[in-house]
């Protein structure tokens, strides 16, 4: 095929599913409805292979980008980016390591070259990783302080100008009061361990996969998601080197310590885990394929018809970036991102859609804010947020859709941070009217369904009361254990990976019930004279307060 013809077939694939897109709106059943035929189209278009699985700064997601400001102004929605487009380029840099790294483990007369990929990943990738002298290692258990639970794997010992390493995971725990249980606290996630390691003056840090609760799929499959390009905001601070070790390479570095790592894996089965230098050092020299490039956040809005209150804004966020094209599975190597978030996208623009449709306009403004590079880190959030058009305090909540339900209509709806701020009440008061029930979120996924985990973080952080609406194990025509059984599933066989694809079966039913939901709880946010707020106590208060005391 000649490249003159693969240039143009995202093009031809664009014009076909805006004809289907714009055939489905030429019935009036789906006016003042969640339109089946809408959604079915933008799916089909967001989540096909002509668009590469969607990855930030590239042609499928540049190609999505315009798919979505196209249907924005086909629905009247107007433009809210730079220069009265749709769109809010971001400068941002990318960098991918190459198999010609080199990582060295040093120990007495001996040095260690370690394989990229069969041995390690980066978690941050480029010129900032570079240590090109031998850096002493020192183990440090888990990487963790937390005062609250009079625990400090850094008491006593000075790793200023060391690399740091450290096991994943945290002191094991069946008490709800230490270490939040048998559920993971935030003193789990890696991104904490490496700031302890930064306060504490450390030159790099190594996280060692804990073979007794991460590696039961195996290094290959642990090691998938970190072979795609590190992005970062090009104006990001420099990063250190910080990288996941073959827990089989990681026996190489403990055999000159006063303790083996079987020794240390026994430690952590008993309680009694110690921090001890390594007695060797590692150097990287890293080679990275590196570029410099625009993404879009895609940004519409529609003004509020209240004189004081289209002064504020609400803000519904979905983003539209998936991994791209990865290591193959099965021969497959594109990551479609179908439920992550295709059809999250295609849900917010049919709620847009309805919300410039209804008789009568909003009272409030609202914001319709597609991101990139949420699956890097929340850059495309985290940008607007540095960059916003409207103040924060001036922003009264941030909605976010990431995923909607495809497996079965449900009878409850779960709040992720709904225990945070008034929106939880807000919400059940919405859902109460439509016959469902407000549930935590399910004992099995507390871990994963975490705050933390989607750009409705980054609007807390910068002080937005935020949520994040999804579906309870609860369905009409599946059973609990049924549901969390293909949850379970899901997540396991599909989630970041090429199955998360067109070829999965998804109910569209389900998907219309659950934006119905999040059309209605808008709604109700856009005309109440109360503004949503935090309940105090939650750790975004502050900024909240701050952003409404210089007015930002």
Not at 385 to 390: F, G, I, Q, T
Not at 494 to 523: E, G
């Amino acid at each position: 095929m000649s490249d003159s013809i693969q240039k143009w077939l995202p093009g031809v694939a664009l014009c076909l599913i805006i004809c289907r897109w714009s055939g489905a709106q030429t019935g009036t059943a789906t006016l003042y409805d969640i339109s089946l035929d809408s959604l079915s189209a933008h799916i089909a278009f967001l989540g096909s292979d002509a668009l590469a699985g969607r990855s930030t700064g590239t042609q499928g997601s540049e190609l999505a980008a315009h798919y979505i400001a196209y249907i924005l102004r086909k629905c009247q929605i107007a433009p809210f980016g730079d220069d009265n487009t749709y769109f809010q380029p971001i400068p941002m840099h990318g960098s991918t390591p190459l198999p010609s790294s080199k990582l060295s483990f040093y120990c007495s007369d001996q040095v260690c070259p370690l394989a990229l990929a069969e041995d390690y990943v980066l978690y941050k990738s480029g010129a900032q990783t570079f240590v090109p002298n031998p850096t002493p290692l020192y183990f440090v258990g888990y990487g963790i302080a937390a005062p609250e639970f009079d625990y400090n794997d850094y008491a006593d010992i000075d790793v200023n100008g060391k690399i740091v390493v450290y096991l994943s995971g945290e002191p094991p725990s069946d008490d709800p009061a230490y270490f939040n249980g048998s559920f993971p606290s935030i003193y789990s996630y890696a991104e904490s361990k490496e700031r302890m390691a930064i306060a504490r003056g450390a030159r790099g840090s190594i996280l060692i996969p804990n073979p007794q609760e991460e590696m039961k799929t195996g290094w290959a499959d642990w090691r998938r998601g970190f072979l795609f390009e590190d992005v970062v905001l090009a104006y990001s601070v420099a990063g250190h080197l910080s990288l996941a070790l073959n827990p089989k390479a990681a026996r190489k570095i403990f055999s000159h310590a006063e303790y083996s790592f079987e020794q240390v894996l026994e430690m952590s089965r008993t309680h009694a885990l110690l921090s001890f230098p390594l007695n060797g050092a590692v150097s990287f020299r890293g080679e990275f394929k590196q570029r410099e490039f625009l993404a879009k956040n895609v940004l519409g809005w529609i003004e509020g018809s209240h004189p004081r209150r289209k002064n504020e804004y609400l803000i519904l966020s979905a983003h539209y970036d998936h991994l791209g094209i990865g290591q193959a599975v099965d021969g497959d190597s594109i990551y479609n991102g179908v439920g992550d978030n295709a059809i999250g996208v295609a849900g917010l623009l049919e709620i847009a859609r309805l919300i410039k449709r209804q008789p009568q306009k909003p009272e409030r403004s609202v914001i319709f804010l597609f991101t990139t590079g949420e699956e890097k880190g929340l850059l495309g959030a985290t940008f607007y947020l540095d960059h916003a058009p409207v103040p924060h305090y001036k922003t009264v909540a941030n909605i976010n859709i990431d995923g909607l339900a495809m497996f079965d209509e449900f009878k409850e709806v779960v709040g992720v941070g709904a225990d945070l701020s008034s929106l939880g009440s807000i919400l059940q008061g919405v859902i109460e009217k439509m016959a469902l029930k407000l549930a935590p979120i399910p004992i099995e996924f507390t871990a994963t369904e975490s705050f933390s985990r989607s750009d409705q973080m980054a609007f807390a952080a910068a002080g937005i009361p935020a949520i994040l609406i999804m579906e309870g194990p609860s369905y009409l025509r599946l059973t609990r254990e049924e549901g969390i059984r293909r949850m379970i599933e899901w997540s396991m066989e599909r989630y970041h990976t090429p199955f998360d694809d067109l070829s999965q079966p998804i109910f569209l039913p389900a998907t219309r019930q659950h934006c119905r939901i999040i059309y209605a709880f808008a709604n109700r946010i856009l005309e109440m004279e109360e503004t949503p707020e935090w309940i105090p106590g939650t750790p975004y208060i502050n900024a909240r307060l701050q952003s409404i005391a210089k007015k930002r």
